[in-house]
């Protein structure tokens, strides 16, 4: 029976809830009298129940069901002449129809100078979840350098390969580099030799690098990636240097702490070098060097209205193992960017800075002269403050301007080594091929550079790009007498142009005027004048045919004006360079 009452008491209360509903919709009666019954049950959550998210979700896919992006470039190979331009960044050119993509391509190409080139990809990707690949570059050149009694001829290769496979939360990938460069020593001084010293002089160098590398990369986790190299450099004369890093990246979301908050991007970074010299240029001892750094950089990014922040700041603990020194440093790694007029003017502005390892592969490829006898040691850049404005004229027409200061501690220079010969033969003394003023020492001072930047870029067609870019350098030194071979002017004029056939790409490179040393007598003795190398222009030219979409042909011409420069004190470059060949794209 007390069952029988609490079902009629609980159908009733139903009922008195489902009529008040109804008579919302309606008009409210006059003088009705309702009476609120309050129904206490145990919880069940309903769907509409859950916290809403204020943008629409996006969905992931997994990294399984995306396509491989395959990337490729041809035309890689260095030329004496070649410059990179600072920016110049081409968009949005129409490139036509959409063409096929190929897996695999071979590129085969002959130059004057007697300059072959080869180029090859061969890539398999199986069912996107295993991917490898080969790829193979040669160039070299035979002497075509004037006013030089001495072999001017180089050769570069590079090969590698690397394997990745796709698992269920992460990716993984390792791999393998080899690079062999050759080069000669064949900028003498003004010093008159006789042929049995330039018959003596060995100009040879050739430089080895050989690295291992992996890396992980991770989905719905707080690791991010982690990367790790291993690598050996060495050259002719027994120098050695071992590179070790390991750079893991993590990404912790803080909406779990508040929802309008952001990731907090963090890197890692653990750098390990060692290397040794035969002798310096004294030739005395071995020269040892080995260096320890453990980096921290935390990136915030903040979006406030139309104000962008990236807050950011980077600490090492650094060590210089030979010299027993420890040190911390802290640099700032801030942006912030605002749109004065929105879409036409962006006002930005910032401070950042960096610990750099100096190594003498980095150098090596900077300026292929150097000697193997440097003095290596880390660069402060303490801080660079910069600001610019960014912005569109009209719907083709962009620019930049930017102007920035940093100041760097032991910024590295490079300076000509002073000649252990006058010219004369001497049987008595046996020379290296470098000690004959034709190699470059590394000098370090603390430099101040105030740089002023502008660019600009029209898009004078759907398939025509335009664009300039030039730069003015203040080098304010500390110790040293100029800022050695840094050019106080740099520019660049670039274009490009493509339709469903043809393609065509133009660089004019300007380098001003930069300064060198002078020595009073043969080594061992001191600065007495500046040499002024001049400034120079450079010209070059490379486009193509595309017969069909795996086959095709193409041309480059560099240094057209001829000229033969110094890109160092006594270093000319080859004048006029032409290179054609053809290339074919395939699948296995």
């Known amino acids: 029976m007390k069952t029988y009452i609490l079902a009629v008491i609980f159908m009733a209360s139903i009922l008195q809830v ?29 769907v509409s129940d859950a916290f809403k998210l204020n943008k629409s979700p996006k969905i992931k896919l997994s990294e399984n069901t995306k396509k491989k992006k395959l990337s490729y470039a041809i035309f890689s190979a260095p030329v004496a002449s070649t410059f990179v331009p600072k920016s110049g960044v081409v968009k949005g050119i129409d490139v036509g129809i959409k063409e096929r993509l190929y897996d695999n391509y071979l590129a085969l190409g002959f130059g004057n100078y007697t300059t ?21 570059n040669y160039i070299s050149s035979e002497n075509g350098i004037k006013n030089t009694s ?30 062999q460069q050759k080069h000669n020593w064949y900028g003498l001084p003004a010093i008159t030799f006789d042929d049995e010293s330039i018959e003596e002089i060995a100009e040879k160098q050739a430089y080895g690098f050989y690295e291992l590398e992996g890396e992980l990369v991770f989905e719905d986790s707080y690791f991010s990636t982690i990367k790790t190299s291993l690598s050996l450099f060495d050259d002719l004369f027994g120098s050695k240097e071992i590179g070790f890093s390991l750079k893991p990246s993590f990404n912790f979301p803080l ?3 508040n929802r309008n908050l952001k990731d907090l991007e963090l890197q890692t970074s653990i750098h390990y070098l060692q290397g040794e010299f035969q002798q310096n240029y004294l030739n005395e001892a071995t020269s040892n060097y080995r260096f320890f750094n453990v980096g921290i950089h935390p990136i915030y990014i903040i979006n406030w209205n139309k104000l962008n922040i990236k807050l950011g700041t980077k600490i090492y603990l650094t060590s210089d193992i030979e010299n027993s020194l420890t040190d911390v440093l802290a640099y700032p790694d801030i942006e912030i960017s605002y749109p004065l007029i929105s ?3 962006n006002l930005y502005t910032g401070a950042d800075g960096n610990l750099h390892m100096n190594s003498f592969q980095s150098f ?37 301007l930017k102007a ?20 004369v033969f001497n049987a008595t003394t046996s020379l290296l091929g470098y000690e004959y003023g034709n190699s470059f020492n590394v000098f370090y001072d603390d430099i101040s550079t105030l740089s002023i930047f502008g660019e600009i870029e029209i898009a004078a067609t759907k398939r025509v790009v335009i664009g300039a870019n030039i730069q003015s350098n203040s080098y304010t030194t500390t110790f040293q007498q100029e800022a050695w071979n840094l050019p106080k002017l740099e520019g660049a004029i ?19 005027e930069r300064l060198d040393v002078k020595y009073n007598g043969t080594f061992p003795s001191t600065i007495s004048n500046i040499q002024s190398l001049d400034a120079f222009a450079d010209i070059n030219l490379n486009g193509g045919y595309h017969f069909s979409d795996f086959f095709s042909a193409f041309i480059k011409l560099n240094n057209i004006l001829g000229t033969d420069y110094e890109r160092y004190a006594n270093f000319n470059v080859q004048g006029f360079q032409s290179l054609a060949g053809i290339t074919y794209k395939f699948d296995f």
């Not at 409210?28 to 206490?40: A, M």
């Not at 180089?154 to 791999?175: A, D, Q």
């Not at 493509?498 to 660089?507: G, P």
């Open 494 to 512: 670039f274009g490009k142009y493509k339709n469903d056939k043809w393609y065509a790409n133009a660089n004019i490179f300007f380098v001003g």
């Open 150 to 179: 001495l072999n001017t001829g180089y050769s570069s290769l590079n090969l590698g390969g690397y394997y990745m496979k796709e698992v269920r939360n992460f990716t993984w990938k390792i791999g393998g580099n080899i690079q």
């Open 364 to 400: 090596s490829e900077q300026n292929p002269f150097v000697s193997p006898t440097l003095f290596l040691t880390q660069t402060n850049e303490q801080y660079n403050l910069f600001g610019g404005i960014t912005g569109t004229v009209s719907s083709n027409i962009s620019f930049n």
């Open 18 to 46: 489902f009529s008040q509903k109804k008579s919302k919709k309606g008009v409210k009666k006059k003088d009705s009298i309702i009476e609120v019954i309050n129904v206490v049950t145990s919880y069940t959550p309903t």
């Open 116 to 136: 072959p080139f080869i180029e090859v990809f061969l890539h398999q990707n199986r069912k996107f979840e295993t991917d490898y690949g080969v790829y193979l």
């Open 255 to 257: 909406a779990r702490i």
């Open 404 to 423: 920035s200061y940093k100041s760097d501690e032991d910024h590295a220079l490079f300076v000509r080594n002073n000649s252990k010969s006058n010219g």
């Open 343 to 345: 879409g036409l003017l």
